[in-house]
């Protein structure tokens, strides 16, 4: 299940990370250029343990990504506040509730940012703990 998550997810990250660059409110959320460079390395790495790594590389991976993602989208919530992003190219999304400015201008994080991160984390973690630890490769 694992190796499955990796490559499903590794695929996603890189659509999501080049289409940011050509809609970088895509869906509401907030793609910088860092963020959209975040999305493409990871989508990268993960696609390298979906196909090539060991299936423990790829649970202990989506076990790492899995604990980062959830982390980060509940971090969000709470140390998000109201606020306009300040990235130029995203001036026109308007306010957001729970706007986190990680960076701000470079990579900044809001409402739909955070329930996504949440989401990947969700399924990360599920492929992870749906991975038996003795399988085979």
Do not use: Q
């Not at 999305?39 to 980062?68: K, P």
Request: with cysteine; charged share 10%; glycine share 16%.
């Amino acid at each position: 299940m694992a190796k499955t998550v990796c490559k499903l997810l590794g695929l996603v990250f890189i659509i999501v990370g080049i289409v940011g660059f050509i809609k970088p409110g895509f869906l509401g959320t907030h793609l910088s250029m860092a963020h959209n460079a975040v999305h493409i390395v990871s989508g990268l790495i993960a696609l390298y343990f979906g196909f090539a790594g060991s299936l423990g590389g790829a649970r202990g991976f989506c076990l790492a990504f899995g604990a980062v993602y959830l982390l980060l989208g509940i971090v969000g919530y709470v140390m998000g506040s109201p606020g306009s992003p300040t990235i130029a190219s995203m001036a026109d999304m308007g306010p957001d509730n729970h706007l986190w400015k990680v960076l701000p201008g470079t990579l900044e994080l809001g409402t739909a940012d955070h329930a996504v991160h949440i989401l990947l984390g969700v399924v990360f973690l599920a492929g992870a703990l749906l991975t038996r630890a003795d399988a085979r490769d």
